[in-house]
């Protein structure tokens, strides 16, 4: 596996003066080709911001965004488009489809904007849409799809050129939990199919298992893993210092606040659904990746 | 593509902007082809007399606007010119005509119908024969209720109607034909002549028959710079206002489309911002923009210049005295100027565009 996408020291500042915002601070992160890395964290811990760096959306305000060995955060703004067509696939939590054109077309616009000819394009469109078992939507209107099916859409639309990279920000935030599912295993499959690293940016602990790594965001910065851990009520990362503990059994559990402790101690008292008990961060972090299902 | 979708997505919208541009399109065609009727009024005496220019008194270089009185000596002079081979000459009057209550400007013109300088086209009748006999504008007539063997009064002496000239109106009112004598009687200006109607000899040399004229004290004028002089007044009056209703209805259509074409962009706004995320450059953006105005404008246009030429019918049927004339030639610098209103069209939105960041899209 090689370093497909590396950056160093990237800090980004949104305005001047009293009211500036430090949305990333000296972040270094780097993906392999075939690797899916998980970028989690609370809201507003700058994640899509980070995001938009690794994609040559934004530009840092300090440190640099390598891609197969070429800094494109040095580029010149009338460069970067080609670059975000050819090098980037990108997916987003609302889709983003054109309500005006069907799913085949919607796919193949993308490839017509690197200049191929339409009906190559289509072509292309829908065999990838007949990978993604949509072939029979593919003349569908976005509005006339679910949103798992315009999810895959928007993942046709992100490879249709090819990319190296593949970034997804809060993919499965509009989507049911199965569906949300079907969308990580779909990425999962693209990782390690097509070889291609897959970026996904989540608050969402159901998809942690699909990803090869889990970093974490807040307050602009990676945290250390070691010190972070997840509310197994609420689903909140916590840091281990501020929060509130329970030790059982030989097993220390952090929770964002008590009600959680207490809503888990009743749950475990409870004959319900009782939830799987977690271990701390690192078990379920590093669980044994879900096989892959065809 | 994508532009002829998103304009179908929203036919009401599409057909507005189709409406405001055609709109746009029927005022100014009707508007410059009212100009263009007018302008051909205005010429059509002197288009279809004989000659090819005018003696007229010295200084005087229009044919309608200002009077134009020759002396005997100069009107005997002139057809002996050498070069010279027929001088017609004709007496011409501006007045106001009343019946009915009604007035309207009648441009009275005296002729000989031995010699010419009378209507060139008869919808009825014939020629007058004597001096107490005229030959209406037919158009004219029929709004007054005046028919042929009816008796009309102008200034103070009755004429009996014995013929209908076709193609007479003009701007101001409408020609009306009588024999020289009827005028001289009228005007109380026996021997008065107001214009000599020149057919030059085949090969005669103009500049020098100029010369002949002016040392006779009279000017020759080519028909060419008189109706050249007689628009240049009509602009004068017509102009201005036309010109300003036309770019008026111009604003208005560059408003319509851009207005549709800009709210249909802001709609649109997070689709175009993934495309960039995407990687489409403003280029390509504009581009789509620019075909949806270009497609809302000529389909406006084209229906817009459709709706002319029948409005163009109706109205010269209903008001025979307008004549408005579309030709083809003012149907395509309408029809390029619709392009010029796509373009105007499509600059807020393609602003709108490229403001647009990429990184936007991923901002909820
Ligand atoms: N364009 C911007 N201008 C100003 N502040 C911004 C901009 N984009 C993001 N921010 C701020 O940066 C911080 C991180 O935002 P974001 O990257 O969207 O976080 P996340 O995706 O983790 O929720 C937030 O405080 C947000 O308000
Ligand atoms: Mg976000």
Not at chain 1, 59 to 82: H, M, Y
Not at chain 2, 64 to 91: C, D, H, K, N, Y
Not at chain 2, 302 to 323: D, H, I, N, T
Request: hydrophobic share 45%; proline share 5%.
């Amino acid at each position: 596996m090689t370093t497909t996408l590396a950056i160093r020291g990237v800090t980004k500042q949104f305005g001047h003066g009293a009211t500036s915002v430090e949305a990333v601070r000296g972040v270094g992160l780097s993906v392999e080709s075939g690797e899916v890395l998980l970028i989690m964290g609370p809201s507003g811990s700058g994640k899509s911001t980070l995001l938009s760096i690794m994609g040559a959306l934004l530009r840092p305000t300090a440190g640099t965004v390598t891609l197969n060995g070429v800094a494109i955060s040095q580029l010149p703004e009338r460069d970067l488009p080609p670059v975000r067509l050819r090098e980037f696939g990108f997916v987003f939590q609302d889709f983003n489809l054109l309500a005006a054109l069907s799913a085949l077309e919607n796919v193949a616009l993308v490839a017509e904007l690197t200049g191929t000819a339409r009906a190559e394009a289509l072509r292309r469109a829908g065999e990838l849409l007949t990978e993604l078992g949509l072939a029979e939507r593919v003349a569908f209107l976005p509005d006339q799809l679910s949103g798992g099916e315009k999810q895959r859409v928007a993942i046709a639309r992100a490879l249709i050129n090819d990319p190296s990279v593949i970034l997804a920000d809060e993919p499965t935030a509009n989507l049911d939990s199965s569906n949300g599912h079907e969308i990580m295993r779909t990425l999962r499959a693209v990782a390690k199919e097509r070889g291609r690293s897959v970026v996904i940016v989540s608050h969402d602990q159901r998809i942690r298992d699909i990803a090869d790594r889990v970093v974490w965001l807040e307050d602009g910065q990676l945290r250390d893993l070691m010190t972070m851990a997840v509310d197994p009520v609420c689903g909140m990362s916590v840091e281990h210092d501020r929060a509130v503990t329970l030790e059982q059994g030989g097993e220390l559990r952090f929770f964002c606040s008590r009600g959680c402790r207490a809503e888990f101690l009743g749950e475990l008292d409870g004959p319900a659904e009782t939830r799987p008990a977690r271990t701390g961060p690192l078990a379920s972090l590093f669980q044994a990746v879900r096989p892959k299902t065809p | 593509m994508l532009a002829w979708r998103n304009l179908s997505r929203d036919p009401i919208r599409l057909l507005l902007s189709v409406a405001g541009v055609a709109v746009s399109i029927v005022l100014i065609l009707l508007l410059v082809g009212y100009r263009s009727g007018i302008y051909a009024q205005a010429s059509a005496y002197l288009d279809h007399a004989s000659g090819s220019a005018l003696v007229a008194e010295r200084g005087v270089a229009d044919f309608f606007g200002t009077t134009s009185t020759l002396e005997p000596r100069v009107v005997e002079q002139v057809a002996s010119l050498p070069g010279v081979a027929a001088a017609v000459p004709i007496v011409t009057q501006f007045v106001v005509f009343e019946e009915h209550g009604r007035k309207d400007g009648m441009f009275l013109v005296g002729y000989d119908p031995e010699k010419g300088g009378g209507p060139w086209r008869l919808a009825a009748g014939r020629e007058p024969a004597t001096d107490e006999e005229i030959v209406l504008d037919g158009v004219a007539a029929g709004q007054h209720g005046i028919g042929l063997g009816d008796r009309i009064r102008i200034l103070d002496r009755d004429l009996a109607v014995v013929g209908l000239s076709e193609d007479t109106t003009f701007w101001s009112g409408s020609m009306a034909f009588a024999r020289i004598g009827a005028l001289e009687t009228l005007l109380r200006a026996p021997g008065l002549r107001s214009f000599l109607l020149v057919t030059p000899t085949p090969g005669a040399s103009l500049p020098s028959l100029t010369t002949a004229v002016s040392s006779l004290g009279a000017d020759l004028v080519p028909k060419s710079t008189l109706i050249a002089n007689d628009r240049r007044l009509l602009a004068r009056v017509y102009d201005a206002p036309i010109g300003l209703m036309v770019a008026i209805a111009f604003v208005i259509g560059i408003l319509v489309v851009g207005l549709v074409i800009y709210t249909s962009t802001v709609e649109r706004r997070r689709e175009y911002g993934a495309l960039k995320a995407i990687g489409a450059g403003n280029r390509a953006l504009y581009r789509v923009v620019a075909t949806q105005a270009l497609i809302a404008a000529l389909l406006g246009a084209g229906s817009g210049a459709v709706l002319a030429v029948v409005g163009e019918r109706a109205l010269m049927a209903w008001r025979p005295q307008f004549r408005v004339e579309i030709d083809a030639a003012t149907v395509a610098v309408v029809l390029a100027s619709s392009l010029l209103m796509a373009a105007i069209a499509s600059l807020v939105p393609a602003r709108a565009l490229a403001g647009l960041e990429p990184a936007e899209v991923l901002r909820s």
